[in-house]
């Protein structure tokens, strides 16, 4: 279980988790140890798994998503999984239920490169068939 502190920790870390410890402890009214303390606590834990790179704002303008429904032949299911986690313009994927298996989320810098993604996820040997969304607007994220 994680306190009402960690909770809070973990809400600023979200935002920018290259946040000092020293103004980490500032905003959370506690010691530096303790702060240092609660994320190594965390991360011991595997509340925090790691740390990652957020694109800005002025690079995700021009940069195009789109959301790729699979439907993966079952006995080729794991196979697939691993050659789509190896294409690096898929930024996250997701096992599903309902007509398609996953939902892919992909990222490209292009149309053109959109398009020679969505080719090369179709011909994957375990796809049966794909069903793509672009997105055109992001109105909120999380």
Request: proline share 0%.
């Amino acid at each position: 279980m994680i306190t009402e502190q960690d909770e809070r920790l973990l809400s600023i870390l979200r935002t920018n988790a290259r946040t000092s410890v020293s103004d980490l402890a500032r905003s959370l009214s506690l010691s530096r140890s303790t702060v240092q303390n609660r994320i190594a606590k965390l991360e011991t834990s595997g509340v925090i798994k790691g740390y990652v790179v957020e694109y800005g704002s002025e690079f995700l303008k021009d940069m195009i998503s789109a959301h790729v429904s699979i439907k993966v032949k079952q006995k080729l299911t794991t196979k697939t999984n691993i050659e789509l986690k190896q294409m690096s313009q898929i930024a996250e994927l997701y096992a599903i239920s309902g007509e398609h298996d996953l939902i892919a989320v992909v990222q490209a810098q292009s149309l053109d490169q959109l398009s020679h993604i969505l080719d090369d996820i179709g011909n994957l040997d375990g796809v049966e068939r794909t069903n793509s969304s672009v997105i055109l607007e992001t109105k909120f994220k999380r």
